[in-house]
């Protein structure tokens, strides 16, 4: 059996909300003397009684030795409060968890660095607030400065870098410490693809080739994909999915991606879009037939988009149909012929036809773009609709392969 | 099934759970922190680490004129400037002291709220740093205390001085307790921090800084000798002007009521330190 490094019990945090704990003295005071003297729970003078939130209920995990446990959820879900917790930044309110070896979190890149100091000074300093003896520091310092790149001006106060040698060199820091258990919430947020594509790298050569444990909350579903043995989906504080990263992330993105298969906004100035582009109204009709309720491979289906076109400027416009399936896969790309228009309101439609697209759950995204180079306008997974599977005549009922499943006939004949 | 475990979280922290040993291992983290103060309190200055020295000597100018010469109050016969130095450094040292780890939670809540190290390294970082400020003054009043002991007649030293050490323990214990109290309150009370600007200017003037302890009315004199400052204060007198018996009753009182205040913040700031996170 494999060693368990991490072991959450029934991890639960609660925020309080309200009146309370409005960090004013004579509040507080006032609302202890209401509660407890004139014990008066309720109302007095609208003071609002004790109510709190849950970040966090009941959650219990195990992570065991070199594993990469990721964490997804929508924002709010409670991800960065167990981080937190796991972290020891704050306490769980019920709970415990259990632990062996040193952990290290980076919750963000650079954190503690001060700004008067110099590069080498600050990479000493944030290793040590990183957990890192000062002999670590010191055998791998070269590798860092060669890492971040800044070797020229290592004796520079860090107010004097630009962003991104600043960010370099934090990152370089935080990548050359060996914890036991690496902690790694949205890092990758910040900074541009560079950037990004050498933290994941790093990340993937901690997890693999030194067998670190490695908890990791992300945005970023492809690498959660690529990096992750397993995934958790957190939503409103409990943990409602567990698994392999594919399954798992294949089905938290169908629920949180499935809009409807209609949006309409009257208001202008609230709809999505920009100031070239406003989204009126977008819908999936489906043309059933037989009183069929859902859609399966059989049934054609259009896309009805309206929107305002408020360039006003001459210029190509090119409306374009983004067809994705949920796991990432980019299964085709329409678009319209370019030509100008006026502004003011302008419809559009593309239809799929039946016996076209495999048994999948599916998004559309629509791209407008101008003079074919410039992208107005992108408006990412705005319909999403599932294909059922539908058979007939056959003995097969695995899963058909293929992204299409065009009914293109297939005859044999008896020579 | 594992039971062995490094490391527990738990919803509760315990009472009197220092984990001192976990602080041991975080002294790299703790001499940085010393360092980064020192360094970055004097960088884009141009007296740099001079103004150590200067801030005693001007607050000393001062006091002089005003309380020496325009108020006309007593020094119990010993030199002015020698005389104000002791109380100058002492109360300095507890007012930085006690202004560098009260807002420990208010000030941190950016690094405390993304990374975990032993929270008391902060405030033990500031008393470190300003300790290592007051060793310097303290230079200076050695150097301006021999002057006298030379060339004149005026300063007689006696063997107390040897508890010196003692005394500046005492002073740095009494302001880590009370800044731990503290730093918990303000966390969570930040009008606090107005009231205790003025409270602690007041305090000075209730502390021998600018006076002898022999100007006080005998009535007042008990309620006098509570507060902890006054028998450190007048101690470090006595030690090096011989200007009366040490009392030592008084002193043990106060070793007594500042260790009693520094376990109290201690285990208050163990008890609070992850909590407070969540309201700062």
Redesign the interface.
């Known amino acids: 059996m494999t060693?368990?490094m991490i072991?959450a019990e029934n991890v639960s945090k609660y925020?309080n909300l309200g009146k309370l704990?409005s960090?004013?003295?004579r509040e507080?005071f006032k609302d202890w003397w209401v509660r407890s003297v004139l014990k008066n729970g309720n109302n007095h003078n609208g003071t609002e009684t004790r109510s709190h939130i849950w970040a966090l209920k009941d959650v219990s995990f195990e992570v065991s030795e070199g594993e990469v446990l990721g964490f997804i959820g929508n924002n709010g879900a409670g991800k960065s409060t167990l981080l937190?917790?796991?972290?020891?930044?704050?306490?769980?309110?019920?709970?415990?968890?259990?632990?062996?070896?040193r952990?290290a979190?980076l919750?963000?890149v650079g954190?503690?660095f001060?700004a008067?100091?110099t590069g080498r000074?600050n990479i000493?300093?944030n290793g040590?607030?990183?957990?890192m003896?000062?002999k670590e520091i010191a055998s791998r310092f070269d590798e860092i400065l060669d890492f971040s790149g800044v070797e020229k001006f290592i004796d520079t106060?860090v107010k004097r870098y630009s962003t991104g040698m600043y960010m370099r060199l934090a990152f370089a820091v935080a990548a050359h410490m060996e914890p036991d258990i690496l902690i790694v919430d949205e890092v990758l947020a910040v900074g541009d693809a560079e950037f990004q594509r050498k933290c994941i790298g790093k990340m993937k050569e901690v997890s693999s080739q030194k067998g670190k444990t490695v908890l990791f909350v992300s945005h970023n579903l492809q690498a959660l994909q690529n990096l992750c043995q397993r995934v958790i989906v957190i939503h409103q504080g409990q943990i409602v999915d567990e698994g392999e990263p594919e399954a798992v992330i294949g089905s938290y993105l169908k629920k949180e991606k499935n809009i409807s298969c209609f949006q309409e906004y009257d208001d202008m100035s609230s709809a999505p879009g920009n100031d070239s582009i406003r989204i009126k109204r977008v819908e999936l009709i489906p043309e059933y037939v037989n009183g069929q309720q859902v859609i399966d491979i059989r049934t054609p289906v259009t896309i009805h988009f309206e929107f305002w076109y408020l360039e006003a400027t001459s210029g190509n416009l090119i409306v374009g149909v983004h067809l994705y399936n949920f796991r990432g896969d980019f299964i085709f790309d329409v678009c319209s012929e370019g030509a100008i228009y006026p502004s003011g309101l302008i419809e559009g439609k593309c239809s799929i036809p039946g016996n076209f697209l495999n048994d999948d759950s599916y998004y559309i995204s629509i791209v407008f773009v101008k003079d074919t180079t410039n992208r107005l306008y992108y408006f990412e997974g705005c319909l999403s609709f599932d294909v059922e599977d539908y058979r007939k005549n056959t003995a097969w009922f695995g899963k058909w392969q293929g992204f299409v499943r065009p009914a293109f006939p297939v005859t044999l004949t008896t020579k | 099934m594992q039971t062995e475990w490094n490391w527990k979280i738990e919803a509760k922290t315990r009472w009197f759970h220092w984990n001192l040993k976990e602080l041991w291992q975080y002294k790299d983290l703790l001499n940085r922190f010393v360092r980064r103060d020192l360094i970055a309190n004097y960088q884009q200055t141009v007296l740099g680490p001079f103004w150590i020295f200067l801030q005693p000597v001007l607050t000393t100018i001062v006091y002089w004129v005003i309380f020496g010469k325009v108020a006309g109050i007593s020094t119990d016969g010993i030199p002015p400037v020698l005389f104000y130095l002791p109380g100058v450094i002492v109360w300095a040292y507890f007012s930085d002291c006690l202004n560098g780890t009260m807002y420990t939670f208010l000030q941190n809540s950016a690094l405390f709220s993304k990374v975990y190290f032993p929270r008391l390294i902060i405030p033990l970082s500031a008393i470190f740093s300003h300790t290592v400020r007051m060793l310097v003054q303290l230079l200076l009043f050695t150097s301006l205390y021999l002057f006298y002991l030379i060339f004149t007649n005026a300063v007689h030293p006696n063997l107390y001085i040897l508890l010196l050490p003692f005394f500046l323990l005492l002073t740095a214990a009494f302001s880590l307790g009370a800044g731990l109290i503290i730093s918990v309150m303000t966390a969570r009370y930040r009008d606090l921090d107005y009231a205790l600007q003025f409270l602690l200017r007041l305090f000075m003037f209730a502390s021998p800084v600018v006076y002898p302890t022999s100007i006080v009315p005998d009535k007042y004199r008990f309620i006098f000798w509570l507060n902890p400052l006054t028998p450190i204060i007048e101690s470090f007198r006595t030690a090096f002007f011989t200007t009366g018996p040490l009392h030592y009753k008084y002193l043990l009182l106060t070793l007594f009521s500042i260790t009693a205040l520094l376990t109290t913040g201690l285990t208050l700031f163990k008890k609070r330190e992850l909590n407070v996170m969540d309201i700062v």
């Open positions: 060693r368990i072991k925020y704990g960090g004013r003295l507080d937190r917790i796991l972290s020891r930044i704050t306490a769980p309110s019920y709970g415990t968890v259990m632990g062996n070896g952990v979190s919750l963000e954190t503690g001060h008067e100091l000074e000493y300093l040590h607030i990183l957990g003896k000062k106060p």
